[in-house]
C-alpha cells in the first residue's frame, strides 16, 4: 500500500512518525508541545511499543522525499478497520476521498502487498474508484489475481515451513527416545545374561 492511500484510510489528520532509523508508522494523535513528536502514551496505527517517534510530515503530507519504507503492520490495521457511520459508506464518498488514486497506484500497491488484506483492499478501491470496466481494460484485475496467488503461495510456503520444523522438532524427540530405550534394553540384557555383579563391574 503506498502512502497516500494509508493516509487517505487513517483519515485527514494522520501524519507519518518514525524513529530515526526504521519503518514509517501511520499516526492520528496528538503531539507533544513542540509538534516534533508524539507523546510516549501516543501509539502508531498499529499500536506498537516503541521509543520516541517523530513527525516526518504534516497532516496528510505523504512526505515524499524520506526513502523508508512504510510500517507493515499498520498497512494491515488500516485495511481492516471499520469505518464511522457516515464516512467512506458509498461510491460517492469513495470517489471523494480517494478520486485521486489512480490504476497506477493501486497496481504498485497489488505489487508490494504483502497479505490478503492489502490485496483486498486494493481489489475493492478498484471496483470503487477506477471501475470494473476500467480495472479490465489496465489489466488491473488479472494483476490482482497474480498477486492474491502470490499472497496466498507465500502464506502456505510459511506454513509448510513451520509444519516441516514441527516435525523435525518431533522426530529428533523420537529418535532421542528410540536411542535411550535401545541402551536401556541392551543394559537389561547384559543384566540378564551375565548376572548384576558382572554387568555392574562392565564385565564381557
Known amino acids: 500500500m503506498q502512502r497516500s492511500t494509508a493516509l487517505a484510510l487513517a483519515g485527514r489528520t494522520a501524519r507519518l512518525v518514525a524513529r530515526p532509523t526504521g ?10 508541545p513542540s509538534g516534533r513528536s508524539i507523546p510516549r502514551s501516543g501509539r502508531p496505527a498499529c499500536r506498537a511499543w516503541t521509543r520516541r517517534l517523530y ?3 504534516p497532516a496528510g503530507d505523504v512526505a515524499d522525499a524520506d526513502p523508508r519504507g512504510l510500517c507493515t503492520r499498520c498497512v494491515t490495521c488500516l485495511a481492516v478497520l471499520p469505518r464511522p457511520a457516515g464516512q467512506v459508506t458509498s461510491r460517492s464518498d469513495y470517489l471523494a476521498t480517494y478520486g485521486h488514486v489512480t490504476a497506477g497506484d493501486l497496481a504498485a500497491d497489488a505489487v508490494t502487498a504483502t497479505t490478503a488484506e492489502e490485496i483486498d483492499t486494493v481489489g475493492h478501491l478498484s471496483l470503487l474508484v477506477v471501475g470494473h470496466q476500467a480495472s479490465n481494460a489496465a489489466g488491473l484485475t ?3 489475481a497474480r498477486h492474491r496467488f502470490r499472497v496466498a503461495g507465500s502464506t502456505s510456503e510459511a506454513a509448510a515451513g513451520r509444519a516441516r520444523a514441527a516435525e523435525a522438532a ?8 528410540a536411542n535411550a530405550r535401545e541402551v536401556r534394553e541392551r543394559r537389561e540384557d547384559q543384566v540378564a545374561r551375565i548376572g548384576i555383579n558382572n554387568a555392574t563391574r562392565g564385565g564381557p
Do not use: D, I, N, W
Open 23 to 32: 519503518v514509517a508508522h501511520v499516526y492520528t494523535g496528538p503531539l507533544t
Open 170 to 177: 518431533a522426530a529428533a524427540v523420537e529418535q532421542r527416545k
Open 142 to 144: 488479472q494483476l490482482l
Open 55 to 57: 513527525v516526518l510530515s
